[in-house]
């Protein structure tokens, strides 16, 4: 059972490089989640999804944006990469249930230099 | 808004000893609470979750955790820490409007001396 799968698992962007983060889940979950996390910092909500067409902003949605087309796929766009994007990218799911926990990937180092 | 604040950064204990993470959390209702643990290079693992009842919560791998409204806290303990405890932990509240989002503390990196 593969859970929440992440790619790339490591990317170098140059500054006003664009590129997708791809996240699938093979739990048939309807709420999914992208996070980034920096040192000191934790998580931070990006965006997320309660179901197929629908997305709905976090914590820190700027210079991002997310599509949900599939119950399974939740794709990160980065467009105009900065410096400051520059962190480690996780993808999680749940299931509907609000007393299910958070499923993540292994993550997506991204640098943009 | 609700938050969740983890006040030490990092904690050194040796192996064998026992060991307390601190957790508070700003929530106005009944909250939900979860304990992760993140191995390097890894995804973040459930640990425990809270949402009603019995206030001291059992896990996986030895931990436990007490809820206590009075202080707004969420401790995570273990009896006695093994060297493959030392990960980071973070501490997190479940949000059960528009949607259920969960909100993370910034994480206690635990490291275990022999």
């Known amino acids: 059972n593969a859970g929440v799968t992440q790619t790339p698992k490591f990317r170098i962007l140059k500054i006003g490089q664009s590129m997708t983060l791809q996240c699938a889940q093979d739990?048939?979950?309807?709420?999914m989640y992208w996070y980034r996390q920096d040192p000191g910092m934790g998580l931070k909500l990006i965006y997320y999804?309660?179901?197929?067409?629908?997305?709905d902003k976090g914590e820190v949605p700027n210079g991002y944006n997310v599509s949900r087309s599939t119950t399974e796929d939740f794709p990160l766009r980065l467009e105009l990469a900065a410096p400051s994007q520059t962190s480690v990218y996780f993808c999680?799911?749940?299931?509907?249930?609000?007393?299910?926990?958070?499923?993540f990937g292994n993550g997506t180092r991204l640098t943009v230099t | 808004a609700q938050s969740v604040t983890q006040p030490d950064i990092h904690i050194t204990v040796s192996e064998g000893a026992s060991l307390e993470l601190r957790c508070n959390y700003s929530y106005g209702a009944t909250p939900y609470l979860f304990w992760y643990v993140q191995s390097p290079g890894q995804g973040l693992q459930l640990l425990l979750k809270?949402?009603?009842?019995?206030?001291l919560v059992q896990g996986i791998k030895g931990f436990e955790a007490e809820f206590k409204r009075s202080q707004s806290s969420f401790n995570l303990r273990k009896p006695s820490v093994h060297w493959s405890d030392a990960a980071e932990y973070f501490c997190a509240v479940g949000e059960a409007t528009g949607g259920f989002k969960t909100i993370f503390g910034a994480g206690t990196r635990l490291f275990v001396k022999a």
């Open positions: 999804s309660v179901g197929a067409g629908i997305t």
């Open positions: 809270y949402f009603s009842g019995d206030t």
């Open positions: 999680a799911s749940s299931s509907q249930a609000v007393n299910s926990p958070l499923h």
């Open positions: 739990m048939n979950h309807n709420y």
